[in-house]
């Protein structure tokens, strides 16, 4: 079933190729999970989406899935493949017929999104330019409509119903993959399809650590959850610390946190980059004594993936883009890290208006 109107669908994918025409690109080849369900509506493993800069996209799928598939999406051209194999050379096949000498993929991080894929598509078709259009894509993708804005508003809720269960029953001796365990839980339970949940249990301080079921709450540290929750493939985004028994160092972080985070929430808004607040937030950093032990960023977009363009802790060319109605995004998304306390985090998703900024994760901070 269409979790979205197919005419909603249908514009996303005009809109797409007619960038794709605008820079000379015959055709793109999706294999991101988050882009593919973004043009089709549904999420799918193993994703396969080839997109003509003019005509119909064509899916492709494991045979004996197609039926499923087609059942999800308002595409209904599908070609079927046996193996990984067969699927390059039915792609391969259909760009040499085309005469596309132009084809778009988009070079991500992302599950699918492998090196592999690009070798062998480059070997198999050596007259071909391969074109990275990672930016055509974020492109449209930054800024969302009304279908997505509420899908997100409803992954806001999911989130903070979920937190407010596991920050609740941490205690000590409880392990890292206890709390995780009852994250997941709670937020499958609730309709959430694909949680993304992240632990640390201080001392030792990890940025987006994976859990470990031998780090356990021993009643002397800093206690991070950050969770990624989702609703119809669109996530929300928020962190919480517990700072547990008497730290000088700890509260101190926690208190400069909270005024980085208070005035990240007044800063931020349209029409401002991400550099001008980083600026400021880095006075209230020093002014703490802290500044070398922040992580440098403070936002990233929220959408189809946890963490989406504009990611300004890993991309520095991100901090400049300018902020727009219709984006959502997270923060404080970059952590305190202190060795001997553990890592000091808030971190809430918000909908950028035409004011200002609308809380998504609507929960006490501390």
């Known amino acids: 079933m269409l979790r979205f109107p197919k005419d909603v669908l249908r514009k996303r994918l005009e809109r797409f190729q007619e960038l794709l025409k ?3 690109i015959d055709a793109a080849m999706i294999r991101v999970l988050s882009t593919y369900t973004y043009f089709t509506g549904t999420r799918w493993l193993r994703p396969a989406l080839l997109i003509p800069a003019d005509g119909d996209p064509i899916l492709f799928a494991a045979r004996g899935e197609e039926d499923e598939l087609l059942s999800r999406t308002w595409i209904k051209n599908v070609m079927t493949f046996r ?8 792609v391969s096949g259909i760009v040499r017929s085309n005469g596309y000498r132009r084809v778009g993929i988009e070079f991500g991080i992302e599950r699918d999104a492998y090196i592999l894929f690009y070798e062998m598509f480059k070997r198999l078709n050596p007259n071909v330019d391969v074109i990275d259009i990672s930016d055509l894509v974020y492109e449209l993708r930054m ?22 269960k596991v920050l609740n029953i941490i205690k000590p001796g409880i392990t890292e993959t206890e709390l995780a365990a009852e994250a ?3 937020a499958l339970r609730l309709g959430s399809e694909d949680p993304k949940v992240y632990v640390n249990v201080g ?11 031998d780090i356990k709450v021993s009643g002397r540290e800093a ?5 990624g929750i989702d609703y119809n493939n669109y996530y929300a985004n928020m ?19 909270r005024e980085v985070y208070e005035e990240a929430r007044r800063l931020t808004k349209p029409g401002v980059k991400p550099i001008d607040v980083m600026k400021r937030l880095d006075k209230i950093y020093s002014e703490y004594g802290l500044i070398e032990y922040r992580v440098i960023g403070y936002l990233h977009g929220v959408g189809l993936q946890v963490e989406e363009p504009p990611i300004t802790t890993i991309v520095p060319k991100h901090r400049f883009i300018e902020l727009s109605p219709n984006m959502a995004i997270a923060f404080i998304h970059s952590p305190i890290m202190i060795k ?8 809430d998703t918000y909908i950028v208006t035409g004011e200002g900024l609308e809380l998504v994760t609507k929960y006490e901070l501390w």
């Not at 193996?83 to 039915?90: N, V, W």
């Not at 030792?204 to 079921?213: G, K, L, Q």
Request: proline share 3%; with cysteine; aromatic share 6%.
């Open 22 to 24: 605008s820079k000379g």
């Open 203 to 213: 001392p030792s301080p990890r940025v987006h650590a994976e859990s470990f079921r």
């Open 223 to 227: 206690v991070t959850l950050i969770l």
């Open 239 to 257: 962190s919480r610390t517990v700072l547990l028994g008497s730290s000088d160092v700890g509260s101190t972080a926690l208190k400069c946190m």
């Open 184 to 186: 997941y839980y709670q």
């Open 340 to 347: 001997g306390v553990g890592q000091i985090k808030f971190e």
């Open 83 to 90: 193996d990984g194999g067969e699927l390059m050379r039915t």
């Open 143 to 164: 800024i969302k409509d009304g279908y997505e804005l509420e899908s997100i508003r409803r992954a806001g809720e999911l989130a903070v119903k979920v937190m407010d």
